[in-house]
Structures are given as structure tokens and as C-alpha cells.
């Protein structure tokens, strides 16, 4: 079980990038999945959530600028990132959430069980 | 935003220490916490949830404990395998807050 990031690497400011996420073990399309960053001395920052049944949520900070989606045929998550400042370079994480499900819903938990290695976003001129 | 605080941001202990991280929440979070352990280039791993239960497959020296807005995590006697960085995350709330981490490194 493990995901697996890339796609990340050195973008201009107001530039673009898609970062994928593929996933062996698990099926993404089943689980709730997010994308965590990192910038360099600060702490983790959740950014995005997929839920199963296809909802998606932001953290204000990335709202009208990044697109979580994934692609079932892969079993591969991706995040589009448009406008790009320099506030958004950080190591970017995949990460499973925790979550449960009775015979008729689903809920997330909020918390991450699985994490992958990440890969790190560099946004300058 | 809850703001999640730990301490201290750096410890310097030995093999067979015992080590405890604390993290304190700017409001109540209940026991919605999670503890996690990250080593250099590698995933963060989760270690405890709800704030005192220990993940599947995780050494019983790790333990949490607290409720509110103040936690710990203690690990009993630390291993050259725990020499890492420790977060904590708060979800009580769907912004899923972490602390700034915690480094433990050898005295």
C-alpha cells in the first residue's frame, strides 16, 4: 500500500503545475483523499480534500486557484495548481483520511493513515 | 482557525529517555488529535488518533493522552529508530490544523 507523488519541480510566479498522485493498494476513488503541503520551516497545511462520492473542499489560502480531481482508470489523484506565488512553494503530500462507513454513508475522520513521500513545488522568477 | 502549539520545538535526548512532546490548542478540541512521526525525505507516519489511541502496528512505548486543549505524547523509552519529528494535528475542525513539529534529536 503506498502513494506515490509527482509532477512537482520549478514554476514562475502566476504560472501553473499538476501534481499527481498514484496510489497502489488502495483505490482512490473508495477513500477520502487530501493533499497536505509543507513550505520550508513552517508546518503542514492541509490544502485539499476528495471525498468518495466526489465532493471536494479547500483551505481558503488555495480557493478559486487549485482543482482537486482523480482518474479512476489510474487510480491516480491529481491537483492543478493555477496563479502560483511564492507562498505556495512547499513539499506537497498525498495523504489517505481516516474514515468509516456504515452500510448506507461514509464519513471522514479528518485525520490521515496514509501518507506518501511528497514532492516539492518551487514557485520564483 | 483552531492554532495548534507544540513544545518544545527541539529535544535533545539518549536511547532509553523518556521523552514527552506536549501540543496545546488555541480552543477545545475535545480528543480529536492525532499524533504523527516524520523522518527527513520520508511519508509522515500516523502514530496515535483520538488522542490517545495507538495505530495498528505502532510500538506500545508511543502513548497520548490529554482532552481539551492540552496533549502529550510520551514516548517510554526512546529507540534509535524514534530520533525524527513529531507533529500534532487537530480535527475537531475541517481546517485539520497541525503544530510546527517537534524535532527529537541525540544528546
Known amino acids: 500500500v503506498q502513494l506515490v507523488e509527482s509532477g512537482g519541480g520549478l514554476v514562475q510566479p502566476g504560472g501553473s503545475l499538476r501534481l499527481s498522485c498514484a496510489a497502489s493498494g488502495i483505490s482512490v476513488n473508495d477513500n477520502y483523499m487530501s493533499w497536505v503541503r509543507q513550505a520550508p520551516g513552517k508546518e503542514l497545511e492541509w490544502v485539499s480534500v476528495?471525498?468518495?462520492?466526489?465532493?471536494?473542499y479547500y483551505a481558503d489560502s488555495v480557493a478559486g486557484r487549485f482543482t482537486i480531481s482523480r482518474d479512476d482508470s489510474t487510480n491516480t489523484l491529481f491537483l492543478q495548481m493555477n496563479s502560483l506565488t511564492a507562498e505556495d512553494t512547499a513539499v506537497y503530500y498525498c495523504a489517505r483520511e481516516a474514515h468509516s462507513c456504515t452500510t448506507t454513508s461514509c464519513s471522514t475522520f479528518w485525520y490521515f493513515n496514509l501518507w506518501g513521500r511528497g514532492t516539492l513545488v518551487s514557485v520564483s522568477s | 482557525d483552531i492554532q495548534m502549539t507544540q513544545s518544545p520545538s527541539t529535544l535533545s535526548a539518549s536511547v532509553g529517555d523518556r521523552v514527552t512532546i506536549t501540543c496545546r490548542a488555541s480552543q477545545t478540541i475535545n480528543d480529536w488529535l492525532a499524533w504523527y512521526q516524520q523522518k527527513p525525505g520520508k511519508a509522515p507516519k500516523l502514530l496515535i488518533y483520538k488522542a490517545s489511541t495507538l495505530e495498528s502496528g505502532v510500538p506500545s512505548r508511543f502513548s497520548g493522552s490529554g482532552s481539551g486543549t492540552e496533549f502529550t505524547l510520551t514516548i517510554s523509552s526512546l529507540q534509535p529508530d524514534d530520533f525524527a519529528t513529531y507533529y500534532c494535528?487537530?480535527?475537531?475542525?475541517?481546517?485539520?490544523?497541525f503544530g510546527q513539529g517537534t524535532k527529537v534529536d541525540i544528546k
Open positions: 494535528q487537530q480535527y475537531n475542525s475541517y481546517s485539520r490544523t
Open positions: 476528495l471525498y468518495s462520492i466526489g465532493t471536494t
